[in-house]
C-alpha cells in the first residue's frame, strides 16, 4: 500500500467525484458502482 497522503484541496476536488465514495488523508473509497464500470472495462480489454 502506498504511503502517499492527500492534501486538503486534492480530498475537496476527488470528494466531488460521483465515483468517490469517502476519501481520508490516506486512501479513497470507491462506490460499487465504479467497481462494476472498472471490471467490465477490465475484461473488454480497457
Request: hydrophobic share 35%; net charge positive; no cysteine.
Amino acid at each position: 500500500m502506498s504511503k502517499r497522503i492527500f492534501s486538503s484541496e486534492e480530498i475537496k476536488k476527488l470528494s466531488i467525484n460521483k465515483y468517490v465514495k469517502n476519501i481520508t488523508e490516506k486512501g479513497i473509497t470507491y462506490t460499487n458502482e465504479f467497481n462494476l464500470h472498472f471490471i467490465a472495462e477490465y475484461e473488454i480489454g480497457k
